[in-house]
């Protein structure tokens, strides 16, 4: 999977608006990257999970609730590795878990995100499996929107692997030629 194929699977579905949006850190765009699109997209989705089974190693995978669960699942069964879900804090009913799935202390996970701004949510998911024993370096992002995850997630000792830039987004549809307005 290229760069140029997952950037031609996006633009085919329009995940890029342009407009005036509110981002979920607060924060305003000029454009906006649907993640609910490419997400519910079966082809799109498909490239994704071949995308990241290729990086993804042995590692078992986590996907932050609930954006990142179907990225998670479908590069599972992709890749034949476990997944476990990291809500955004436990739940007050049940087993009042954070972490639901399977994984042993001392276990390599990659968290798996749909779009990184400024990478607080991943963070917050690799805090999360760090304090259950998981050894967590690395998070793999669909796109990474260049606002600031990359310097938080290493300021942690993690890495951030993007699919797709922002800036390779934009510049894709600025050579379609298509009116930003």
């Known amino acids: 999977m290229t760069n140029d194929e997952l950037i031609a699977a996006l ?3 329009d995940a890029v608006r342009f ?22 997209d079966p082809g799109c989705l498909q490239r994704i ?3 990241f089974a290729e990086r993804v190693g ?16 479908v590069t599972s069964v992709e890749s034949g590795n476990r997944y476990v879900v990291v809500r955004k804090k436990a739940k007050e009913y049940g087993t009042a878990k954070r972490i639901e799935g399977r994984f042993e202390s001392g276990e390599r996970v990659v968290v798996l995100e749909d779009i990184a701004t400024t990478g607080k949510s991943a963070l917050d998911a690799v805090e999360a499996l760090r ?19 990359r310097e938080l997630l290493a300021d942690h ?7 797709v830039s922002a800036s390779e987004l934009l510049a894709a549809h600025d050579a379609d030629g298509e009116d930003d307005s």
């Open 49 to 51: 999970a071949e995308a």
């Open 19 to 40: 407009g005036e949006f509110e981002l979920s850190h607060g924060g305003t765009s000029n454009y906006y990257v649907d993640k609910y699109l490419f997400e519910t």
């Open 131 to 149: 304090e259950a024993g998981a050894v967590v370096d690395r998070v793999l992002v669909v796109v990474d929107r260049e606002e600031g995850a």
């Open 58 to 73: 042995d590692e078992t995978l986590a996907g932050v609730a609930l954006g990142a669960v179907p990225l998670a699942a």
């Open 11 to 13: 633009t085919a579905i």
């Open 157 to 163: 000792g993690v890495e951030l692997e993007a699919l």
